[in-house]
């Protein structure tokens, strides 16, 4: 009996160490001077806004990030992406939208060039440019080294996109009800594949090798994707807190939880998500964004803070 008992609390403290993260979650910067309700980063550089104004900074030193830019839009911003390190796009609903940089005592860094685009979520393959708007599908545009941009075709989807993520040659988006799949392997002129009605309060979504992440309300969706023509539901979590926001490195999935905290998951077993870790920022997490062994995470009013997870 005693062997049994000892065996069964062997594996129980086994499965719990299977679940415990072996790297650290450590702060390393904070930022107070400006609003954060949305962060993103490429190559050492982050872009936070609000509705209305962003600002770059640079993290050459993580430990004091520069601003090196700051502009304001006529129009509330929905997304914005960065190309060549000075080239920086725009998008929101107005065609009139102007963007300007704002002057300040500072002395800023570097130059910047805004593009003003129609549409509402932004990512970039390379030279090449994918633009949602929630009423007029998808554009594909040809940005080359970042001087202006080219309209190369447009994906009308029936119903608004939400979120997507671009992935060379498919193109993965959550409309108004679910996931669709496009092809665009021939640039010029999409097709949409596949789609699958069950996600009807879908937020935002990443991918992962063969599978999407989906976040709806509180729900954490894993979507295999193995089958363009048939994704197929493999694994569901429901979280405390709604989610704010996905981001996802290393077999790791980061969610923002707003008052929840982040809450990190390892998806190396994409049907049996392992939940490893769970920090709590000094205020509610809006948004998150990855790079190398950083995490950024957008406080809304109370700024951006750095974290190094390691």
């Known amino acids: 009996m005693k062997r049994l008992v000892l065996s069964i609390l062997m594996l129980a403290i086994s499965a719990y160490a299977i679940a415990i993260d072996d790297r650290f979650i450590s ?48 129009y509330p911003i929905e997304d914005v992406n960065i190309q060549g390190g000075n080239q920086l796009y725009v998008s929101s609903h107005e065609p009139t939208n102007t963007v300007t940089a704002i002057d300040s005592l500072n002395t800023y860094g570097r130059i910047f ?11 970039r393959e390379g030279s090449t440019l994918y633009v949602a708007d929630r009423f007029r599908g998808i554009d594909i545009f040809d940005i080359g080294n970042g001087v202006g941009h080219d309209l190369k075709a447009s994906f009308a989807e ?18 108004d009800f679910g996931v669709v799949v496009v092809d665009v392997s021939q640039q010029n002129f999409p097709l949409g594949i596949a789609t699958n009605y069950q996600i009807p309060d879908a937020r935002c979504l990443v991918k992962d090798r063969e599978y999407l992440y ?16 048939k994704p197929l539901l493999v694994a569901q979590v429901r979280l405390a807190n709604e989610i704010q926001s996905l981001a996802i490195k290393d077999q790791r999935l980061f969610a923002a939880l707003g008052q929840g905290g982040v809450k990190i998951y390892d998806v190396s077993i994409p049907n049996r998500l392992e939940d490893i870790n769970t920090f709590y920022p000094p ?28």
């Open 158 to 175: 029936k119903w608004g996109i939400r979120d997507f993520v671009a992935q060379y040659p498919y193109i993965y988006a959550l409309n």
């Open 113 to 123: 060039f805004t593009n003003p685009i129609i549409g509402d979520k932004m990512t």
């Open 27 to 74: 702060p390393l910067a904070t930022v107070k001077q400006n609003q954060a309700f949305s962060i993103a980063v490429d190559e050492g550089n982050v872009l936070v806004r609000n509705q209305y104004q962003m600002w770059v900074y640079s993290t050459f030193n993580a430990w004091q990030p520069r601003l090196e830019g700051s502009f304001s839009s006529l």
């Open 214 to 229: 989906v976040a709806a309300g509180k729900e954490l969706l894993v979507i295999s994707i193995r089958d363009n023509d």
């Open 283 to 310: 205020a509610a997490a809006y948004d998150i964004a990855l790079e190398n062994d950083y995490v950024y995470v957008a406080l809304g009013r109370d700024g951006w803070i750095i974290y190094e997870y390691k």
